[in-house]
């Protein structure tokens, strides 16, 4: 039986980290994950749960979050006509295959290997939210034939090793295709679905040692439900402040806060 105490820190640093999750995804229209994930990581390390496996807590939790937000995003763009069915159902078998295949893998790597994957993937994501222009283009439509066969299973793939929806590669993909950034942030909302819902049935199978209390497989309970009303909550006060602030400027700041955060992810991955 987990420690009372335990337990109560566990809900207060959890309510902490959806409140914030939900005002950074609202504010700069990133998906949580790429904060949750992190956030999961020291909050589960600080309170003692420190086992091979935690990385992999981590991400499925993430995940299992994203299914809620991203079909409750996707759902309310659909009713304003910005989602683009035709590249969800263009992609989405190949996004899907690659999220299995991220499970797979993900399952048998330690949890240090994990934190490495983050880290640099992060700082990739870092690099383009500080330094990437909206003028930038890789083309003028979304590619096809071969290249979406080798593509779209990258994004499920990469996705899933860092337990994060459609957002974070989505959107500057779809983007930079020629694509509306409204009209991107909306059907990537839909990739984040895709790849949510096969990876959390494939973690829901996985045995994890020394799990945090009332986990299912890989995917921590309390921190699910605890996370999701918190960022239902937080996210409509993100929006509001950033129809009051400059954009631009605190994609700056997250840029950098990321950076941080996936640099800091490398030091622990290599034992510094």
């Given at each position: 039986m987990p420690d009372t105490m335990l337990l109560i820190q566990m809900v207060i640093l959890l309510i902490v980290i959806g409140g914030l999750a939900g005002v950074l995804a609202g504010l700069l229209g990133v998906g949580g994950g790429i904060v949750l994930v992190p956030a999961f990581f020291y909050a589960f390390q600080t309170l003692g749960y420190d086992g091979p496996q935690l990385m992999q807590v981590c991400l499925?939790?993430?995940?299992?979050?994203?299914?809620?937000?991203?079909?409750r995003s996707v759902l309310s763009h659909n009713k304003k006509g910005a989602v683009d069915w035709t590249i969800l159902r263009g992609w989405g078998l190949g996004i899907a295959i690659g999220s299995?295949?991220?499970?797979?893998?993900?399952a048998n790597l330690r949890s240090v290997v994990l934190q490495g994957i983050f880290g640099g993937l992060g700082l990739v994501i870092g690099a383009y939210l500080g330094l990437g222009r909206s003028h930038w283009r890789l083309g003028e439509a979304?590619?096809?034939?071969?290249?979406?066969?080798?593509?779209?299973?990258?994004?499920?793939?990469?996705?899933?090793?860092?337990?994060?929806?459609?957002?974070?590669?989505?959107?500057?993909?779809?983007?930079?295709?020629?694509?509306?950034i409204h009209r991107a942030v909306a059907t990537a909302a839909g990739f984040g679905v895709i790849i949510a819902?096969?990876?959390?049935?494939?973690?829901?199978?996985?045995?994890?040692?020394?799990?945090?209390?009332l986990t299912l497989g890989a995917v921590n309970g309390p921190s699910f439900l605890l996370v999701i009303a918190m960022t239902l909550m937080t996210a409509p006060l993100g929006v509001r402040l950033a129809h009051?602030?400059?954009?631009?400027?605190?994609?700056?700041?997250?840029?950098?806060?990321?950076?941080?955060?996936?640099?800091?992810?490398?030091?622990?991955?290599?034992?510094?």
């Open positions: 499925a939790t993430s995940l299992a979050t994203i299914i809620v937000t991203s079909l299995i295949i991220g499970v797979l893998v993900a979304m590619p096809k034939g071969i290249t979406r066969a080798i593509v779209s299973p990258m994004v499920g793939f990469l996705s899933v090793l860092m337990g994060i929806g459609g957002g974070s590669f989505g959107v500057p993909l779809i983007s930079l295709y020629g694509t509306p819902v096969p990876s959390v049935i494939g973690f829901l199978f996985l045995d994890v040692q020394d799990a945090p209390p009051a602030t400059d954009a631009a400027r605190l994609r700056r700041i997250f840029a950098v806060f990321l950076t941080l955060v996936a640099l800091n992810m490398l030091r622990k991955a290599v034992g510094w």
